[in-house]
């Protein structure tokens, strides 16, 4: 594709790469969401009118900043939507492209700081303690990525009118409390670094669990771009590197993790061949980043037992000893029950099913009401011979199921169980 | 006479490209590289991971200085380049750092390769 003549999927590419950016500064200069929304719509459409004409501009994003800003302040521009757009060939837009220079002293304007903190900013507004995680997702989606309403409901199995009624709810809720424009100090910037990275990941698992190739599983590449945006940002950040790391390892077994029925395919049972190798390498590349900063955190502990999952060619090639101490690490930092139950899956590898059941068992009281609790209690009875009490828990498990291929996935067990009994009896 | 092309782009651009895009642009260059091996000319290629999986060893300092992120000094100029392979970073970094040693001075990016095309020619090598 020619530079000077930018195609139709460039253009989209560009702007989309550009959108957070370009967001956060306009959010910074008028201090109000839908404003610089409004203005990054009109700066685009801007764009879409004069770039396949005259060429992208050298810094596409300081060209849709001074045009969107430029766009917002004209009160005649600022009611775009109610008359007719001004013709093509009138737009500020053309001059400015013509005129190189006129975006140098805005580039020199965005300080790298202001940057760092305005698009961090951008994500920390999606992150309102009071929104619940699936209002959090939603707006993210919509406001940082810009995936359309109707896109983001196609995800979430609501329809077009629901998910726009959620959106107004949660930028009302976001639009009555004040949001934090000074530049924020050493301990809040950490504070804000932490709950974007607890929202990208929400994001991320919001697609993980759906089958590959649906509109729901994209949110999984659209977290790992936010991921790499605020890698970008906080370079030295070995969390940064963990998070961006844990999704990329995660996302590469995507291809091999369902099968034609969309039933599950657990790990030790998927095609490694379907792995996406650029991204188990880039993940590992991570990984190792972060290990030299010697300050591990949760995201980093979940992406070396990913990356211990990725370097295994074959399921028996695991390092299972190394998956049960990250494990333990991540207990003493997360002390959580779901953490326990993950590592008695890697106990149980290491020292057998009864090792890996104690642990299970007093799990009992936090986890009683859990698919997977039941499920992998099952299949350590059933390992131990314990057939009556593995048919039990499994059965539990498939009235807990929360999809029916779990469902179906604890039946396949049980039947197979089932049959193995019939056939000695 | 062997020329290295050196290949640049908006990598936000390129990561925000769908399978699609991203499979008709291989497929593109894909042609241009069975031309290019037809006639011999074409030696290895390779394509690097976004800078955000770079590393940077300053060796202007001694000891030299290990900085997470791609070479971003404009002073320096790109003279040659390294292929190894290493078991990880760690790895990677002690060549640099042997190297830094025998040319003290700027600075190593360390970049982890997406894709490596071996020098499809028969005969391999320098200049002949």
């Known amino acids: 594709m020619s530079e000077a003549s930018p195609d139709a999927a460039w253009l989209a590419a560009a702007l989309a790469a550009a959108r957070p950016r370009v967001l956060a500064a306009l959010l910074r200069v008028f201090r109000d969401l839908d404003i610089a929304e409004e203005a990054f719509q009109e700066a685009s459409l801007r764009a879409l009118r004069t770039w396949p004409r005259t060429g992208p501009p050298r810094d596409v994003a300081a060209w849709l900043i001074l045009v969107g800003r430029n766009s917002a302040l004209d009160g005649k521009r600022r009611l775009a939507h109610l008359t007719p757009l001004p013709p093509d060939d009138a737009g500020s837009g053309d001059a400015l492209s013509n005129l190189d220079d006129a975006e140098t002293p805005l580039v020199e304007e965005i300080d790298a700081q202001a940057y760092r903190d305005d698009i961090l900013r951008l994500l920390f507004i999606c992150c309102h303690p009071d929104l619940p995680a699936t209002q959090q997702i939603a707006l993210a989606l919509r406001v940082v990525s810009g995936l359309t309403v109707a896109r983001i409901a196609r995800a979430f199995l609501v329809s077009e009118a629901a998910m726009e009624q959620r959106l107004t709810r949660a930028k009302a809720r976001i639009a009555r409390s004040p949001v934090p424009y000074g530049a924020p100090g050493p301990a809040e910037r950490t504070e804000r670094l932490a709950a974007v990275s607890a929202m990208l990941y929400l994001v991320f698992n919001a697609g993980y669990s759906a089958a590959t190739g649906s509109e729901r599983a994209a949110l999984c590449d659209e977290a790992i771009r936010l991921g790499r945006l605020l890698l970008r940002l906080f370079g030295t950040d070995p969390e940064v590197m963990g998070l961006l790391a844990l999704m990329l390892l995660q996302h590469a077994r995507a291809p091999a993790r369902f099968d034609a029925d969309g039933e599950i395919i657990l790990l030790e049972d998927q095609d490694r061949g379907l792995w996406r190798g650029p991204m188990i390498a880039e993940g590992l590349a991570l990984v190792d980043k972060a290990i030299r900063h010697r300050a591990p955190g949760p995201y980093q502990v979940q992406a070396a037992i990913a990356a211990l999952h990725a370097r295994a060619t074959r399921p028996q090639d695991t390092d299972w000893a190394g998956i049960d101490a990250l494990y333990a690490t991540l207990e003493r930092m997360q002390p959580s029950p779901v953490v326990t139950l993950n590592r008695a899956v890697a106990t149980a590898k290491v020292g057998g099913p009864a090792a890996g059941l104690a642990l299970v068992e007093a799990l009992a009281g936090p986890l009683g009401g859990y698919f997977h609790f039941h499920g992998l209690r099952g299949a350590l009875l059933m390992q131990l011979g314990r057939h009556p009490e593995a048919r039990e828990a499994m059965g539990r498990a498939i009235a807990l199921a929360g999809t029916p291929a779990e469902a179906a996935h604890i039946r396949r067990q049980l039947d197979r169980m089932v049959a193995a009994d019939a056939e000695k009896n | ?128």
């Not at chain 2, 074409?42 to 200085?65: H, I, M, N, V, Y």
């Not at chain 2, 320096?76 to 760690?90: H, K, P, R, T």
């Not at chain 2, 790895?91 to 970049?111: M, S």
């Open chain 2, 1 to 128: 006479m062997l020329y290295a092309i050196l290949c640049y782009k908006d990598e936000d651009v390129v990561a925000a490209w769908s399978e699609a895009e991203e499979a008709a642009v291989m497929d593109r260059l894909g042609r241009v590289h069975e031309d290019l091996e037809r006639q011999g000319k074409l030696g290895p290629s390779l394509r690097l991971l976004p800078t955000t999986a770079a590393t940077t060893l300053r060796k202007a300092s001694e000891p030299p200085l290990v900085i997470d992120g791609p070479f971003a000094e404009t002073k320096e100029q790109l003279l040659g380049f390294y292929v190894v392979e290493v078991a990880d970073l760690d790895e990677a970094l002690r060549v640099a750092r042997d190297l830094a040693a025998a040319n003290p001075g700027g600075a190593y990016e360390l970049r982890p390769v997406l894709l490596y095309n071996p020098d499809p020619r028969p005969t391999r090598g320098g200049p002949r």
